[in-house]
């Protein structure tokens, strides 16, 4: 639902210009992240059938899932946070004035930040770090470590952006009491 009327408003509130790249691309990691926990609900249903009928089960279906989650999570939260879906602890917020309420909006946005710029910076030296040495995962699928890494390193990097966008917007908005 909320897929839908992004898409059909516009940009969000944080100031995307309508039909902008940056607009797109939120919408893309919602529609992504979307579309994989759908994929995740039609796995599951499909293993428990085949088990229920005697036809075995799918190998990989527990793991995929588990990392199908893991990458839905990540592509999903930058969406959420640039339609302030997220999920929030508002209560000191709103019983304080305005202006000091506009002042932790601000320190709120410029923590968000920090925190998802060192972690999208981690996550990046430690993906390289994982390439450098080779390292593989080795369970019923077989694939590169670093693999894992880029999720990471692409939602922390878009949420840092947004946070950015949110207190910049911050600075800029009207002084209300």
Known sequence: MALQSAAAEGPAPSGAPSGGMYHFLMILCGVAGAMLFAAMAVLVCVDVFMRNVGMGNISWGVEMTEYMLMVATFLAAPWL????????????????????????????????????????????????????????????????????????????????????????????APERN
């Open 81 to 172: 946070l640039y339609l302030n879906d997220h999920i929030r602890v508002d209560i000191v917020v709103r019983g304080v004035s305005a202006p000091v309420a506009r002042g932790l909006e601000l320190i709120t946005d410029a923590f968000g930040f920090a925190v998802c710029a060192v972690l999208a910076w981690q996550s990046v030296v430690v993906a390289q770090d994982a390439a450098a040495q080779g390292s593989m995962v080795f369970k019923v699928l077989i694939f590169p470590e670093w693999w894992l890494n880029v999720p990471m390193g692409l939602s922390c990097t878009l949420l840092a952006i947004e946070f950015a966008r949110r207190f910049q917007r911050g600075l800029r």
